[in-house]
């Protein structure tokens, strides 16, 4: 060991007479072994030679650990003779620093020894080195739980107020270490422990300053130590600390302190009434410790969003003038976290308003142009949070010149940065100046891709700002030519619902014209929306209200699946009726219908009184339209009596015409057909359509009364369909075999209104529908069951001679278009029920079923 140990026997005064003799050594191992000597001075010297052997440095620790000195100097801790016991303690704790050393005393049971060396009547030196090993073993998580189990605390706190700087610096280093475990915060809490480590700060020693403050930081992250500390007016300590110029190095750690406890509103509201909550924000704002600003604003920001009376307190005490100045720091870190807390004081609608006269948007805008995604990301929140339900914050970013940055944030990779980007459009687009400027940006083309993404919060906020921006018809139009429509459709299909719901709301703003709605529906938009409000966990506020936007701009459509157009739902060019559709069954357009081979179901009946420019021609009068009629019913489909006037001219020509002009005039013919064939769909124009609204203008709008118009046009519409009916001879009226010939004539499933002379309830109602629209005559049109439709008119009966100037509202009538033509029936009349039911037909099967049955059995021959 370097120098001879020498010990010096006395004899027992039970044994014989022994003389005393000196032991000298060399060797450690010779030393180690003397620790199991029963004699205390060979115990004394052994334990002290080895202390000083191990305090030179970590290869004799490991020697003496290879030696087996651990063990025994474990056993000598609790001996009985104190300068023995002090020796070994001090032995023991200058070898528990080394690591190797510790991982074999953890194999021992020794703790309860060394706290038990804690005992306020033992020596201080113990005190140092009792402290400094359990400093040392409490660097192991396990030892923290034993040290804490073993009733290591308390004696700890006690020698916090220890006269040694030694064993108060091992001390604190220890609770430091222990209280990083949650049950070990919790019982420094409980036993009254924060208060001698407070005291600690105002020691002359550095390190126990900063391993008080590293404690203090540690329980602070506790919710029960935060409170504990303001309770006992904790906060003045540190502020005092803040207050201390030669204590520069400590205020970053004070700081942090503070923050965490400025976590609390209960904390919050204690330290403002003590008049320090000023102070400590004025210190975050001229701090020269970047990392501590970054803390205290980030604690604050946790702070601000637990309560609005917190954030209350802090508009009070000017927290807001603290962040802009944090803002306009060169540090992306401090400026991260204050726009985080902008982000959050945002929900006070005071802040907001103060964020604006301070220019704190001013200083944001420009954020979004930063190179740091998670700058860009934070200062896009801090701006949907400012501009939400606040036209005066989003007048100010359009003023900053953010709108152009936001839009170009829709093309970011990242989704956060997309979503808050998304958020600040939808809130900046609601004034209409602002919401022009974002779509010259190219809003609509950027948020194509959004609407693609696979993530449901960037979908949502996707199908808000086309909600948002497809208000007006250039953004509705915009979004058609850039192909939005269609990622927007499929954000039905998803199982998210805000993500479904905003993109119903997106689906009603686009409908609201023809186009679009047209579009939207081609893409199979209204069969979504109809499976959604059939399924009560699917639906939502703005599934059905869309439904019902899309039907109003296609009249069709609504007809098909509601059965009802009212007064003012207007039949337009183009108005086609399939028939009752079923909910969530798909609707064939016109072209759809009109390319299909001709079958035996229901005809399509269509409205078009409309020429295209393929079909302009000169102005004809009325008689000129009719007596021309039956050439001109449709660009597609050619009358069988043209065609057999084709045929007749061709068999009159010269039969010895050459060969080479036979086959010269089919190759021309074949050619026409080919260009005709080629030739792009037009809707067919309905001459006779066309010159009954020229006739019903002429001859009944001119009329008194709206009830005299009703009456007239009635009268006219039943004339041009077959003339009144009797109920009893109704199956003589062949009107089957009339639509089925017409079918065959124009070898479509198309059928123009104007061509049908035998109609009964739904083509009279149809008829009359279509004509009153024209006139500004309000109907409306119900489909009832098979074959019956009805229109029903609103009209004020005359009023009694005693109530003669007040208002009387006016009643329903149904319509007779079959029977007694002209006539009204009330709605609860028995011959409105029996006009609304189907009760024709008692005879099974009556005369026009077995016509219609056998001339459709025969339809191919007569092909």
């Given amino acids: 060991m370097g120098k001879k140990q020498k010990k010096e026997v006395e004899p027992s005064p039970k044994d014989p007479q022994f003389n005393t003799f000196i032991i000298e050594s060399r060797n450690v191992h010779t030393v180690v072994l003397m620790l199991d000597s029963p004699e205390d001075e060979v115990l004394l010297k052994a334990c002290e030679a080895i202390y000083k052997f191990a305090e030179k440095g970590d290869d004799n620790k490991m020697n003496l650990l290879g030696l087996g000195a651990i063990p025994r100097l474990a056993k000598l801790i609790s001996h009985e003779d104190k300068q023995i016991h002090m020796y070994a303690t001090m032995a023991f704790g200058v070898m528990s620093t080394n690591s190797e050393v510790r991982k074999s005393m953890r194999q021992l049971n020794f703790l309860p020894s060394i706290i038990a060396c804690l005992a306020p009547d033992d020596d201080v030196v113990v005190h140092e080195l009792a402290t400094l090993c359990l400093a040392s073993m409490s660097i192991d998580f396990t030892s923290k739980v034993e040290i804490y189990e073993k009733g290591g605390m308390a004696p700890l706190i006690h020698l916090l107020s220890s006269p040694d700087p030694d064993v108060q610096k091992n001390s604190i280093e220890c609770i430091s270490n222990l209280v990083k475990d949650y049950v070990c915060r919790a019982a420094l809490t409980e036993i009254n422990g924060i208060f001698p480590v407070l005291n600690l700060l105002s020691s002359e020693y550095p390190v126990i300053q900063h391993l008080a403050l590293q404690t203090l930081i540690t329980i602070t992250t506790d919710v029960e130590s935060r409170k504990a500390l303001c309770r006992i007016d904790g906060h003045e300590n540190l502020l005092q600390v803040l207050d201390t110029p030669e204590f520069g190095d400590l205020h970053a750690d004070t700081l942090h302190i503070l923050s965490n406890c400025l976590e609390e509103a209960q904390n919050v509201t204690i330290i403002r009434d003590s008049g320090a909550l000023e102070k400590v924000l004025v210190f975050v704002a001229t701090s020269t410790y970047p990392e501590a600003q970054k803390h205290a604003t980030s604690a604050i920001t946790r702070s601000a969003r637990s309560t609005s009376e917190t954030r209350h307190i802090f508009h009070q005490e000017g927290l807001e003038k603290v962040l ?160 939005g429509l269609e990622p927007l459709v499929e954000l039905l299909h998803s199982n998210n619902d805000e993500v479904r719901r905003n993109a119903c709301w997106a689906v009603l703003v686009c409908g609201k014209d023809e186009p679009t709605t047209a579009e939207l529906c081609k893409l199979g938009a209204l069969e979504i929306l109809q499976e959604i409000n059939l399924s009560s966990n699917r639906k939502n506020s703005f599934s059905d209200a869309a439904v019902k936007r899309l039907l109003d701009h296609n009249t069709a459509l609504k007809y098909c699946l509601t059965g009802y157009l009212s007064s003012t739902d207007v039949i337009a060019d183009g108005f086609y009726d399939p028939g009752r559709i079923k909910p969530g069954m798909k609707v064939l357009t016109l072209e759809e219908f009109s390319n299909q081979e001709m079958n035996q179901h229901r005809p399509i009946l269509l409205i078009n009184a409309k020429r295209t420019d393929g079909q302009q021609g000169t102005g004809l009068s009325v008689e000129e339209k009719l007596s021309d009629a039956p050439s001109v019913v449709s660009n597609r489909f050619p009358s069988s009596k043209s065609y057999s006037k084709e045929k007749t001219s061709s068999k009159g020509k010269s039969r010895g015409k050459k060969e080479e002009e036979k086959l010269k005039e089919e190759q021309h013919q074949q050619k026409a057909e080919e260009e005709e064939k080629n030739k792009p769909w037009e809707c067919p124009y309905d001459v006779l359509f066309d010159a009954y609204l020229s006739e019903v203008t002429r001859n009944i709008l001119p009329l008194p009364s709206t009830r005299e118009q009703i009456v007239a046009l009635a009268t006219f519409v039943s004339d041009k369909m077959g003339g009144p009916l009797c109920k009893e001879k109704l199956h003589e009226f062949t009107w089957e075999l009339h639509i089925a010939d017409l079918k065959f004539e124009l070898k479509s499933n198309v059928i123009p209104i104007g061509k049908i002379q035998k109609g009964i309830y739904y083509h009279r109602a149809l008829l009359f529908k279509a004509l009153a629209d024209r006139l500004g005559i309000g109907c409306s049109l119900v489909r009832g069951e098979y074959t019956r439709a009805w229109n029903e008119v609103q009209l004020v009966d005359q009023p009694p001679q005693d109530i003669i100037g007040l208002f009387i509202p006016p009643t329903t009538y149904i319509l007779d278009l079959m029977y007694q033509v002209g006539s009204f029936m009330r709605t609860d009349s028995p011959d409105a029920a029996y006009y609304e039911s189907y009760t024709s037909c008692k005879i099974t099967p009556c005369k026009c079923c077995k016509q219609l049955s056998w001339y459709l059995d025969n339809f191919e021959k007569r092909k």
């Fill in 324 to 483: 802009v100045m944090l803002l306009g720091i060169n540090n992306d870190a401090i400026r991260i976290a204050a726009c985080e807390a902008v982000s959050v004081m945002s929900e006070d609608e005071a802040s907001k308003e103060t964020f604006r006269t301070e220019r704190g948007i001013v200083q944001v805008v420009p954020l979004l142009m930063s190179d740091d995604v998670e700058m860009k990301e934070a200062a896009a929140l801090a701006l949907a949070n400012l501009t939400t339900a606040n036209s005066s914050n989003a007048s100010a970013v359009f003023d900053a010149d953010g709108v152009e940055p936001l839009v170009k944030l829709l093309s970011e990779p990242g989704d956060g940065i997309v979503v808050n980007a998304a958020a600040t459009i939808s809130n900046l687009a609601l004034q209409e100046p602002i919401r022009a400027r974002i779509q010259n940006c190219g809003a609509m083309t950027a948020i194509i891709e959004p609407l693609k993404s696979s993530n449901p919060v960037v979908q949502s906020k996707a199908a808000l700002v086309v909600a948002s921006l497809a208000c007006d018809a250039n953004g509705r139009t915009e979004l058609r030519n850039v192909g």
